[in-house]
């Protein structure tokens, strides 16, 4: 069987993820019927039925599904080898540097990790340039598979490291982020049941690839936004002890006790084979 093609996966995995054809024309800025052609071509070159189709859209089938991520890591593959490509050859140009690495990192989280690890780095004698890219929630994984970034600071269990090589850099305990004038600031430590059953005050809600995760709490879109909120009394939020960097005079943190424990750790692609991200990785470890 023939490789698939990058245009037949970008073709089925709008209608994947639009669940509807005409939808995924449009946004391809292409007509219906060729569209469905070239996904009934691809169904018969597979073997497989991948959409199950009636007048009110369109599903996924089982095979379907696999090729929906499959085809999202594979075309992330061919995105991040174009774009770490064309930062290599930046050494090629006038003025440009083939040493240059984008780290990827959650905006206001590990800053003090994040300064000690730039410092210690520059002081390298073949430091390379290093372009820290801050990202919004959970965002690091994303950007680091395609090709945004060459490297980033990951968070488990909020950031998923699979696929990536990595070494474990920081590992501390949670904090339930409140208002400083709600009750429970007052408490010297609470738990999960806590703060996720809070009447006056839902937990913030972020995206993964787009989508919230259900609940009444207000949907976040960055840091900022999410540091009003919780100031204005609308919400509050579980974090890393670390973010106590970033916390207003109206805000209070307060340790969760059975919160699972934050892992930082420095990831990179498993592939690569760049001399400037082993010495950042090196720098990274002996700290």
Sequence with gaps: MEALETRELRYFMAVAEELHFGRAAERLGMAQP????????????????LLVRNRRGVSLTGAGDVLLH????????????????????????????????????????????????????????????????????CEQEEMLRDGRADVALMHAPF???AGFDSEELLTEGQIAILPAGHPLAAHETLSLADVSDIP????????????????????????????????????????????????WAEHAAVPVTDAPPVVTHIAWPAHSRSLTLAGLVRTATRM
């Design 34 to 49: 060729p569209l469905s052609r070239a996904i009934q071509q691809l169904e018969r070159r597979l073997g497989v039925s």
């Design 70 to 137: 499959e085809g999202r890591a594979a075309l992330d593959a061919t995105t991040a080898a174009a774009r770490r490509t064309r930062r290599a050859g930046g050494a090629d140009t006038p003025g440009g540097s083939g040493d240059r690495l984008v780290l990827a990192v959650k905006a206001a989280a590990s800053h003090d990790l994040l300064r000690k690890l730039l410092h210690a780095y520059a002081a390298e004698p073949d430091a390379g340039e290093i372009e820290v890219l801050p990202s919004g929630m």
């Design 159 to 161: 950031n998923s490291l």
């Design 200 to 247: 006056d005050l839902p937990l913030a809600r972020w995206p993964r690839r787009g989508v919230y995760t259900p609940g009444p709490g207000p949907e976040i879109h960055d840091q900022t936004q999410l540091a009003q909120l919780i100031a204005l009394g609308r919400t509050a939020a579980v974090f890393p002890d670390s973010a106590r960097a970033w916390l």
